[in-house]
T-cell receptor, first 112, second 117 residues
Framework: EPEVTQTPSHQVTQMGQEVILRCVPI?????FYWYRQILGQKVEFLVS????????KSEIFDDQFSVERPDGSNFTLKIRSTKLEDSAMYFC??????????FGQGTRLTVV | AQKITQTQPGMFVQEKEAVTLDCTYD???????LFWYKQPSSGEMIFLIY??????QNATEGRYSLNFQKARKSANLVISASQLGDSAMYFC??????????????FGAGTQVVVTP
């Protein structure tokens, strides 16, 4: 079964540092998403990406965040200057032309 | 705007019993997909089952079935023969087709299921 792969599974970083979270979506998918989930809280939408550009973003996705699809396979989320409140589980998801879509296993980001 | 409602914050179920997790949704999109995910304490989001809005038959995947009632806008998950390993948070989610492309997932608040021996 195809799967979405995220690396690393866990990242610890110091406040103010830049982090890049990586995702390898399913190869023939066209839609890509990043979500986050602060521990014990709801799953929050960050950004969606289609046709090589951002199609929608939430209020959370401010200037500190950016996404890229640098080589046609990877899909990355960059946080330029991490804050303590960025500590969360970050999920990548990809979807095809039908309604099916899959999430990665998540990256647990801890900002200290 | 889309909305997903899960009214059961937590449920206890005995091993081998069936359990139904409620999910209602609201959308103006003509096409949409409904998903259920399981999130164990380890945190990963595990895909369980999916129902497209135009699918006439209810989806089934092993012990999971989705009771899709389009007119009522409900998509309840039924887990048959519960196992201890089913203890987890369960999320209902929807992905719609608002214009000419697929939109984001909208998640419910989740239902915490605890299976007891």
């Amino acid at each position: 079964e195809p799967e979405v792969t995220q690396t690393p599974s866990h990242q610890v970083t110091q406040m103010g540092q830049e982090v890049i979270l990586r995702c390898v979506p399913i190869s023939n998918h066209l839609y890509f998403y990043w979500y986050r989930q602060i521990l014990g809280q709801k799953v929050e939408f960050l950004v969606s990406f289609y046709n090589n550009e951002i199609s929608e973003k939430s209020e959370i996705f401010d200037d500190q965040f950016s996404v890229e699809r640098p080589d046609g396979s990877n899909f990355t989320l960059k946080i330029r200057s991490t804050k303590l409140e960025d500590s969360a589980m970050y999920f990548c998801a990809s979807g095809g032309m039908n309604t099916e879509a899959f999430f990665g296993q998540g990256t647990r980001l801890t900002v200290v | 705007a889309q909305k997903i409602t899960q009214t059961q914050p937590g449920m206890f179920v005995q091993e081998k019993e069936a359990v139904t997790l409620d999910c209602t949704y609201d959308t103006s999109d003509q096409s949409y997909g409904l998903f259920w995910y399981k999130q164990p304490s380890s945190g990963e989001m595990i895909f369980l089952i999916y129902q497209g809005s135009y699918d006439e038959q209810n989806a089934t995947e092993g012990r999971y079935s989705l009771n899709f009632q389009k007119a009522r806008k409900s998509a309840n998950l039924v887990i048959s023969a519960s196992q201890l390993g089913d203890s987890a948070m369960y999320f209902c989610a929807m992905r719609g087709f608002p214009t000419d492309s697929w939109g984001k997932f909208q998640f419910g608040a989740g239902t915490q299921v605890v299976v007891t021996p």
